[in-house]
């Protein structure tokens, strides 16, 4: 057994300590791995909070290392066809396969039988520790060593390049275009402010959607200059919703998990309008649904569509689309990363910056 410095939390109870934390030596590895940095998003801070009943310890363990987003140089790796070797920045990914067809395909995030595993989530240790142990068929190198700084959103965005995959899908049951074949004139809300909700803006900008956060209170100078950066637009939906709404939604885009804010907007979907549901909450209070609710999602042709995770390929696809946007918009893209901690900082899980895109946990910092 060693000790490493970690993270960790019991799930699905919750709370957070940072210490020593025992994990016995493989007697057989392909790799070993040293923590870069670890980002926290709101999963993170909902197992803290013991919200998320479907996380769950190790078996064997009564703590599990949280951690999910993460980046790290290779120490020690063996021969191997994916070009990995010592010196290398990779992104470990976070799905394990179960044994159902699409895991053994490589779609682990479509898997149908629920024996998969997730890094820092259910069933596996996550990242958030001085080095672990994986193999090269669960690292992503980052090839563009420029991508240093902002290499570690390469998770966030794999979640956001399988949704937008399950879009094109859904939206060719019918014409989704405009009359020029574009997406110009078509409107995409985002609901959120935080990591996930930035990055699925600028990939509905990409694609050429008229493009809207909302959130039920006003964001920050930092915030607003990224909205303005992509060519986004910002309104406080409990004073501003009758503009987010004209003329109607297109697509809409969750990423708070929260069901009485979700239907509030479904009401506003045109017709063949699609809905993506990415954020989970389990704390989240009832909302009321009737009938007349039911009644306009069919008679619409909405479409409700929930997303999880990505797999391999759409690591190298989010990895591409920060190197891109980092070319379009230059260091402005380290704004995403809005504060790096030490990993002895671990209020960050239970008192949310105001500001926050993205915080970092910093190994060099231990």
Not at 221 to 250: C, P, Q, R
Request: aromatic share 12%; charged share 25%; glycine share 10%.
């Amino acid at each position: 057994m060693s000790k490493v410095k970690a993270i960790t939390t019991d799930a699905p109870t919750g709370g957070v300590v940072f210490g020593d934390f025992e994990l016995p030596d493989p007697e057989h590895y392909s790799a070993k791995l040293k923590t870069i940095y670890s980002g926290i998003c709101g999963t993170d801070r909902g197992m803290v909070a013991g919200s998320l009943s479907f996380a769950y310890n190790p078996e064997g363990y009564r703590q599990m290392v949280l951690g999910h987003e993460g980046l790290a140089q290779v120490l020690e790796i063996e021969k191997n066809n994916f070009g990995i070797k010592p010196g290398d920045y990779v992104v470990p990914i976070v799905r394990r396969p179960g044994k159902c067809v699409n895991c053994r395909m490589g779609r682990m995030d479509n898997c149908t039988d629920g024996n998969k595993h997730e890094a820092g989530v259910t069933g596996m240790h996550g990242f958030m520790r001085g080095y672990f142990y994986d193999t090269p068929e669960n690292l992503v190198k980052v090839q563009d060593k420029g991508m240093f700084d902002v290499a570690v959103l390469a998770e966030p965005l794999k979640n956001v390049e399988k949704a937008f995959e399950v879009f094109d899908k859904v939206s060719e049951r019918s014409i989704f275009f405009n009359d020029y074949g574009t997406y110009e004139d078509k409107k995409a809300v985002v609901i959120g402010t935080g990591s996930e909700a930035f990055l699925f803006s600028f990939f509905a900008k990409d694609y050429g959607f008229d493009t809207v956060l909302t959130n039920r209170h006003p964001i920050p100078d930092l915030k607003k200059g990224m909205v303005d950066m992509i060519g986004a637009e910002f309104y406080d939906y409990t004073m501003d919703m009758d503009k987010i709404a004209e003329g109607g939604i297109d697509l809409l885009i969750d990423t708070s998990g929260h069901p009485g804010t979700i239907f509030k907007f479904a009401r506003k979907l045109n017709n063949n309008g699609i809905a993506i549901l990415f954020g989970t909450n389990g704390k989240a209070p009832p909302t009321g649904v009737d009938g007349s609710d039911i009644d306009y999602i069919i008679e619409k042709n909405i479409t409700l569509l929930g997303s999880v995770d990505g797999a391999r390929n759409h690591y190298f696809m989010a990895l591409e689309h920060l190197r891109k946007w980092r070319y379009v918009y230059g260091d402005r893209m380290k704004e995403f990363i809005t504060k790096k901690i030490s990993p002895s900082d671990i209020d960050i899980f239970t008192n949310k910056p105001e500001n926050e895109i993205k915080t970092v946990i910093d190994w060099s910092r231990v």
